[in-house]
């Protein structure tokens, strides 16, 4: 059994990491809070973007887009939005392995990589995956500027033909303790299907407009889909970091125990010792 004194730096070792993680739980809930925020406004914009340009590919006339265009499948590019940093769960674990499930079905077909985040980033680059770009130290503020750049990217792979379909990979925030990850086709654009009800009138020409609108309406996505992924992941790290507090004070109760028995039992050995001591001398 080990002895009252190594016991004793076991449980301030756990202590002190104790404090750590209760800190990183009340950073990371503050973080959320703000994340949360920016997810519930940004949602009706999105929301919003489609119905419009649901609408306009309705009423288009002959009027056409390279976004729009649909071709044979050759290679497929993934945008997978992982975090930078760890301690965050399962998180990360979840995404890879979705879209590692994806890629096995599809490994007889070409597959490129953007990957967002290092975490995502650094697993498929050791396993020598092609990367065809990589985004790294976004921060914990995402704004639309990178999902620009993100985007810009994107467009510029699909319209020089680079790849011919891209899926958006990211983790959805459903709750606290609920992050769902999630696949979505982002090119080329398939507005819905469903019937736009009552009529817009749309000035300058359907085709001018999806000039500005089509672009604009992919880097709304990969926005959307940064600022779900972020409130998932603060969400996530808060989750993790409350579970390892509370295994710390369970950690520190049992080594607690631990050190009253050897300390019992210390003791014990020594009035014994006492006793015997004594006996002898009689």
């Known amino acids: 059994m080990a002895g009252v004194r190594d016991i004793r730096r076991r449980i301030r070792s756990v202590a002190n990491m104790q404090q750590l993680t209760k800190a990183m739980k009340m950073v990371a809930t503050a973080k959320l809070r703000k994340a949360k925020e920016k997810v519930i406004v940004s949602r009706p914009y999105s929301r919003q973007i489609q119905d ?12 056409s887009h390279p976004l729009l265009e649909k071709r044979p499948v050759k290679r497929i590019g993934y945008i997978l939005v992982t975090s930078d940093r760890g301690l965050c769960g399962g998180f990360n674990a979840n995404l890879i392995r979705t879209i590692k499930e994806i890629l096995e079905v599809e490994r007889d ?10 975490k995502g980033n650094d697993y498929f680059l050791r396993r020598n995956y092609q990367i065809l770009a990589q985004f790294t ?3 914990d503020n995402s704004d639309y500027n990178q999902a620009s750049k993100i985007a810009e990217k994107v467009i510029e792979l699909y ?9 958006l990979v990211y983790s959805k ?3 606290i303790i609920s992050q769902e990850p999630t696949v979505m086709k982002l090119l080329p654009i398939e507005p819905s ?3 736009a009800g009552g009529q817009y009138i749309f000035e300058p020409s359907p085709q001018q407009m999806m000039e500005k609108l089509l672009p604009s309406y992919i880097k709304s996505q990969i926005f959307s889909a940064l600022l779900e992924s972020k409130t998932s992941e603060m969400g ?3 989750t993790a970091m409350d579970s390892a507090t509370e295994n710390a004070k369970e950690m520190i109760g049992k080594l607690t125990l631990a050190m009253n028995r050897a300390r019992q039992a210390a003791i014990t050995k020594e009035i014994s010792e006492i006793v015997g001591g004594a006996a002898a001398l009689e």
Request: hydrophobic fraction near 40%.
């Open 52 to 63: 419009v340009l649901a609408r306009l590919v309705q009423t288009r006339t002959g009027a």
């Open 109 to 118: 077909a070409g597959v490129g990589l953007v990957t967002v985040g290092r």
């Open 137 to 139: 130290g976004l921060g």
């Open 159 to 167: 319209t020089s033909g680079e790849v011919d379909e891209v899926y």
């Open 173 to 175: 925030f459903i709750s």
């Open 193 to 195: 299907s469903e019937k």
């Open 236 to 238: 996530a790290k808060m």
